[in-house]
């Protein structure tokens, strides 16, 4: 239990340095989001609106209390809104959520499949040259980028086999590919 623990600890310090580094690093950009965002001219909008949107953001804070507001607004649950849509950032993730998780289940348990599979033929495969091609796969699987992936598997099974439509797949279908491109770098480690 005090391993369970120590590691769960070890995970949450690594979130809150990474969150940290990455906040740091994009407060140190050169530009403003604000201006870059609401300074168009085909929004017509003054710069006293301009500093009201600032301040209703709250990036006329300093940085430490803007940070600190951040930090907040995770543990409570309240992520703000989208600038691009308006939308809560919470019920977006919501939205997105569902389909986000049974794409990663489909694709973990396809790869563990995979991974057996390979493990398997490559130890107690019929032949020995069966069994070297199958422990060459893992490397190969871990040196494919996942983009490259999913571009090869558009090719062969959409364009040139016509197995899975491109366009107008119904939801079974729309999940074949992005879960088999998951599926092949995180076979080849478990391998």
């Given at each position: 239990?005090?391993?369970?623990?120590?590691?769960?600890?070890?995970?949450i310090?690594?979130?809150?340095?990474?969150y940290?580094?990455?906040?740091?690093?994009?407060?140190?950009?050169?530009?403003?989001a604000?201006?870059?965002r609401?300074?168009?001219?085909e929004?017509?909008?003054?710069?006293?609106q301009i500093?009201?949107?600032?301040?209703?953001?709250?990036?006329?804070?300093?940085?430490?209390?803007q940070?600190?507001?951040?930090?907040a607004?995770?543990?409570?649950?309240?992520?703000?809104y989208?600038?691009?849509?308006?939308?809560?950032?919470?019920?977006l993730?919501?939205?997105?959520?569902?389909?986000t998780?049974?794409?990663?289940?489909?694709?973990l348990?396809?790869?563990v499949?995979?991974?057996v599979?390979?493990a398997?033929t490559?130890?107690?495969?019929?032949?020995r040259p069966l069994?070297?091609?199958?422990?060459?796969?893992?490397?190969l699987?871990?040196?494919?980028?996942?983009?490259?992936?999913g571009?090869?598997?558009?090719?062969i099974?959409s364009f040139?086999?016509?197995?899975?439509?491109?366009?107008?797949?119904d939801?079974?279908?729309?999940?074949?590919?992005?879960?088999?491109?998951?599926?092949?770098?995180?076979?080849a480690p478990?391998?």
């Open positions: 239990m005090a391993y369970v623990l120590r590691r769960v600890g070890q995970a310090l690594v979130l809150v340095l990474a940290t580094a990455a906040y740091l690093l994009l407060a140190a950009l050169p530009g403003d604000i201006i870059a609401y300074a168009s001219p929004l017509g909008l003054t710069p006293e500093q009201a949107i600032r301040e209703s953001l709250g990036a006329d804070q300093p940085l430490i209390v940070y600190a507001r951040s930090i607004g995770f543990l409570t649950g309240d992520f703000g989208s600038v691009a849509s308006g939308a809560a950032v919470s019920a993730i919501a939205t997105a959520l569902p389909p998780l049974t794409l990663a289940v489909l694709g348990a396809l790869a499949l995979l991974a599979t390979i398997f490559a130890t107690y495969g019929s032949t069994r070297r091609v199958f422990r060459g796969i893992p490397p699987f871990v040196s494919l980028p996942v983009f490259w992936i571009i090869i598997l558009i090719q099974f040139r086999l016509g197995w899975v439509p491109v366009i107008g797949a939801p079974v279908q729309a999940l074949i590919l992005p879960v088999i491109t998951l599926a092949i770098p995180i076979a478990l391998a």
